[in-house]
């Protein structure tokens, strides 16, 4: 299994997500219940394979939504494909309207994990200058790191050849706006299947996510005190990609801020699924 680009093709994405987040806050009944999905529409374009073996790729985000809810009640909601006058006050909408038709570039080596990205600083920038005000949000939603992540499909790949039942494993930091996340995660090549018409590996993955390092950028600390990852993915060998990824996640955090410590469950899901016809 090999990520495979085709210099001059289009590979069109669509993402769900999903975060369900539960805190139990001090001397209130109830847990606070926040609930987060957004759904992204972007694509990745094969620039032409370097010197190396590996690829310059380019990514650009084409719709985007957001809507935020705690408890029964909406918060806050955008839609790229409305008018900008419906924004509001809304403080994540200039970042998401930026990020609608900017381009980032990966360079991969030979086996496509990624090695350095370009174009973050520029898309920030750009950003600022439309009036973005709010820097600590900015930098939360918007860096290197996680934009790795959306380019990141050949981590899941082993690096040797595989029959059904066989496993391998990937143990990799993540650096996030909570600090840095270590994931150690075990794949399995559970079978052969017929995925949206094509046969497909279907590879099963279960692991943990732990705290390495603490970040206190938000003015919190979080720590996971218990990570849980598992999913599924599936590749098809014809086109040489992961045609869609399941994953969800589940943790146990205490928080701390200056005033008092609490605790949370966090879940998320996330479906990624390559678009068919291009």
Known sequence: MKIKWTVGKAFPMHMEMKQTTKTDVPNQPQPMVQVININQDFGFSALKQLDNGGWELELKFDSETMDISQGDRSVMSFNSAHSPDQDGNNPVAPIM??????????FTDANGKVERVEGVDELKNRINASGQQNQAMLNQMI?????????????????????????????????????????????????????????????????????????????MAV????????????????????????????????????????????????????????
């Open 97 to 106: 309207r930026g990020m609608i038709g900017a381009r980032i570039q990966y």
């Open 143 to 219: 860096s290197e790191d996680s934009f790795k992540q959306y380019g990141s499909f050949a981590d899941a790949m082993p690096n040797h050849a595989v029959a059904i039942g066989d496993s391998w494993t990937m143990n990799k930091d993540v650096s996030t706006f909570i600090g840095v996340l270590t994931l150690d995660i075990k794949f399995t090549f559970e079978n052969w299947e017929q995925h949206d018409g094509h046969p497909c590996a279907h590879v099963a993955e279960e692991g943990k996510m732990s705290t390495k390092s603490i970040s206190t950028a938000t003015g």
């Open 223 to 278: 720590e996971i005190t218990k990570g849980k990852i598992t999913g599924e993915y599936w590749y098809d060998p014809t086109q040489g990609m992961i045609v869609e990824a399941d994953n969800d996640q589940n943790m146990a955090l205490k928080i701390t801020t200056r005033a008092q410590t609490m605790s949370s469950q966090f879940s998320q899901t996330v479906r990624v699924t390559l678009l068919a016809g291009q």
